[in-house]
């Protein structure tokens, strides 16, 4: 016990110092803020025009106050899983910094995690209780049952990890590549579209709701969202969708260790 405690502490001031690092750029919140509020308001009233004239459940079973919900909560989702790992992984390989962490005795792919939870946990409570307390005032949305609203948050820790993991592999790209732009631009709208963020997996067609329900990303929006909005089929429903996201958060842990440690081997670092 007391040599886990001491393992765990090596992580702490990686945490603090991503808290620091934080309060360095306040007004980085309040961009955050405005670009998701606004990315929100769009797809919103979007759909919101679209189920105008379904006083019931519409396409895909959404009520107006439903499809407002999902769309909404799918952006405030987003913004949680927008933790900089990425980024922040790939300039590290580039300027050679991360060559340090492999003469401390600390896991890499830890330490990013623990700096990354003051990031998420901001973004939180700075960006995402804000923009839903504000269209709260503007449109109604659905209110969740606190068995739904308690799966939900258990939902949301795991598609944090999930959201961690895919964002460390592909800041992981910047040992193939000098520049990982265009791989962070493909990975942005890839996820996007298949976690249902912009549209709902319900509403797609057979075999492309099939291929997104397979794919990890699901358990990034769409499975928190499931049980948010009570769109499961009892108990067994809901354990299907925790389990199948365990499932991947534990397979890409797994796939991140695996080629952190490759990439590590074959690490190579000019200096002068």
């Known amino acids: 016990m007391a040599s886990g405690t001491a393992r765990a502490g090596r992580y702490l001031p990686f945490a603090t110092g991503g808290l620091q690092s934080?309060?360095?750029?306040?007004?980085?919140?309040?961009v955050t803020g405005v670009t998701a509020a606004a990315g929100a308001a769009v797809t919103v009233f979007l759909w919101r025009a679209v189920y105008a004239?379904?006083?019931?459940?519409?396409?895909?079973?959404?009520?107006?106050a439903g499809i407002t919900t999902y769309l909404l909560v799918a952006q405030v989702l987003q913004v949680l899983h927008a933790n900089r790992?990425?980024?922040?992984?790939?300039?590290?390989?580039?300027?050679?910094?991360?060559?340090?962490?492999l003469v401390r005795p600390v896991s890499y792919p830890l330490v990013r995690f623990a700096a990354c939870l003051p990031v998420v946990t901001a973004n939180a409570l700075l960006v995402g209780v804000p923009v839903l307390l504000l269209f709260a005032l503007f449109v109604p949305l659905a209110v969740p049952r606190p068995g739904d609203a308690a799966l939900f948050a258990l939902s949301t820790l795991l598609s944090v990890l999930i959201a961690f993991c895919v964002n460390l592999l592909t800041g992981m790209t910047g040992f193939l590549t000098t520049n990982t732009w265009g791989v962070r631009m493909?990975?942005?709208?890839?996820?996007?579209?298949?976690?249902?963020?912009?549209?709902?997996?319900?509403?797609?067609?057979?075999?492309?709701a099939a291929v997104a329900v397979a794919l990890p990303f699901r358990g990034m929006v769409d499975g928190p969202l499931t049980l948010l909005l009570g769109r499961y089929e009892g108990a067994a429903g809901a354990l299907a969708v925790l389990a199948q996201q365990t499932?991947?958060?534990?397979?890409?842990?797994?796939?991140?260790?695996?080629?952190?440690?490759?990439?590590?081997?074959?690490?190579?670092?000019?200096?002068?």
Request: proline share 7%; with cysteine; charged share 15%.
């Open 22 to 30: 934080l309060l360095r750029y306040r007004s980085m919140f309040f």
């Open 53 to 64: 004239d379904s006083p019931g459940a519409g396409p895909g079973g959404f009520t107006p």
């Open 85 to 101: 790992v990425d980024d922040e992984v790939a300039a590290e390989v580039y300027r050679g910094d991360v060559a340090v962490m």
């Open 186 to 208: 493909l990975k942005q709208s890839v996820v996007a579209f298949f976690a249902g963020q912009f549209v709902p997996i319900a509403l797609m067609p057979g075999p492309l």
């Open 247 to 272: 499932a991947w958060a534990l397979a890409l842990a797994a796939l991140c260790a695996v080629l952190w440690r490759r990439a590590a081997g074959r690490l190579e670092v000019l200096g002068g």
